[in-house]
């Protein structure tokens, strides 16, 4: 009965930000923490960043290099992902997904559709 729906995705110019957002429903008993993912084109799907619902802690994949930013509403249904200075090698689908673990940023078994981050001039 879970769902999440990401927005946000969009056209940029290298160098230019945009702003994520995942809305999760249907959570009932069990809350869950939520990371994101991307996709891009002829690569694996990879970790991009997760957060701790609990206490906010988050961690990021190496290549964010400090561009990113994932925060949570104090609802914590809702997580965003802040990206900046975003570069052509960013364009790729980006998922929100439940984890099954957190520290590592392992997707568990719920995923969004997915928005299409596209960085080009």
């Known amino acids: 009965q879970v769902q999440l729906v990401e927005s946000g995705g969009g056209l940029v110019q290298p160098g230019g930000s945009l702003r994520l957002s995942c809305v999760a429903s249907g959570f009932t008993s069990t809350d869950y923490d939520i990371g994101w993912f991307r996709q891009a084109p002829g690569k694996e799907r990879e970790g991009v960043s997760c957060i701790n619902k609990n206490d906010g802690s988050t961690n990021y994949a190496a290549f964010v290099k400090g561009r990113f930013t994932i925060s949570r509403d104090n609802n914590k249904n809702i997580v965003h992902l802040q990206m900046n200075n975003l570069q052509p090698e960013d364009t790729a689908v980006y998922y929100c997904?439940?984890?099954?673990?957190?520290?590592?940023?392992?997707?568990?078994?719920?995923w969004g559709q997915g928005t299409q981050v596209t960085v080009a001039s």
């Open positions: 997904a439940t984890l099954r673990n957190t520290e590592h940023c392992l997707a568990g078994d719920y």
